[in-house]
């Protein structure tokens, strides 16, 4: 579902991601744990081809960033950090603008909006403002968005940022199910070590480079200490 080979970026004499590679096979959900500055943004910047590498390749459902780059994006979703509805359109008119981008025939998009929205819980209310809803709510409409489209490869970044713990549960529950069920693949990025605990596969990221990466158990092992938690501190603190 995506592969990464070498991939490397430099921020002038910082190296922010140093010869990164991994794999993330189909219906798995894979947390990225890594501390700040550990390099999971800018991972999730070079493959959603925000920015461009300095080595290396990326590639998404079987295509090539590179060279076939539409392919490559129409295999994903993602949700960034930074929220980016439109807080003075409707749920309805922000997801139908994503819908758009994505070339969905306008019934179908409509169809989806509402189940993926009954799904999820979401205000039964589609026509109202973004700004009137809570933070919960407002990266549940996220992912409807960034799922609209069908991708076998969902990217979250820090998604549960400024969420209660129930939001944050459920938002993580719901992922959970789409693994399960739709076989979709998830890389969760965090600096949680408590999101990482009903992963299939934890990947420690650190100074940009793989520290760890397999179970909750093979990961809690390589990193020497007791507990996942433990290990990640005294590994990724210096
Ligand atoms: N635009 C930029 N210019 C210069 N340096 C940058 C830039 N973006 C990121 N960096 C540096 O690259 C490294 C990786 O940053 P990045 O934001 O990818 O980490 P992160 O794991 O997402 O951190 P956080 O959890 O704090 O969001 C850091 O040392 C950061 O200071």
């Not at 490397?8 to 990164?20: F, I, N, Q, S, W």
């Not at 894979?30 to 910047?45: E, I």
Request: charged share 25%; net charge neutral; glycine share 10%.
């Amino acid at each position: 579902m995506l592969s990464i080979r070498g991939l490397t970026k430099r921020y002038g004499e910082r190296t922010a991601l140093d010869a990164l590679s991994l794999e993330i096979g189909a219906g798995s959900f894979c947390v990225l744990l890594g501390p700040n500055g550990a390099g999971k943004s800018t991972l999730f910047q070079l493959v959603t081809g925000l920015f461009a590498a300095d080595a290396g390749e990326i590639i998404v459902g079987g295509h090539s960033l590179k060279r076939e780059p539409s392919a490559a994006l129409r295999s994903l979703g993602v949700v960034f950090q930074q929220a980016s509805l439109d807080l003075d359109l409707s749920i309805r008119r922000n997801l139908l603008f994503q819908a758009d981008l994505q070339g969905l025939p306008r019934a179908l998009a409509e169809q989806r909006i509402r189940d993926d929205c009954a799904r999820l819980s979401i205000d039964a209310d589609l026509g109202r403002k973004v700004r009137e809803l809570s933070g919960g709510n407002r990266r549940k409409i996220e992912l409807v968005r960034a799922s609209l489209h069908r991708p076998p490869l969902l990217l979250m970044d820090e998604a549960t940022v400024g969420l209660d713990p129930k939001s944050r549960r459920d938002l993580l529950g719901t992922l959970q199910a789409d693994v399960r069920e739709l076989g979709v693949s998830v890389l969760w990025a965090t600096h949680w070590v408590e999101e990482a605990e009903q992963a299939d596969r934890v990947l420690v990221l650190h100074k940009g480079k793989l520290l760890a990466d397999g179970t909750r158990e093979e990961v809690t092992s390589a990193l020497g200490e007791p507990t996942l938690e433990a290990g990640f501190i005294s590994k990724t603190s210096h």
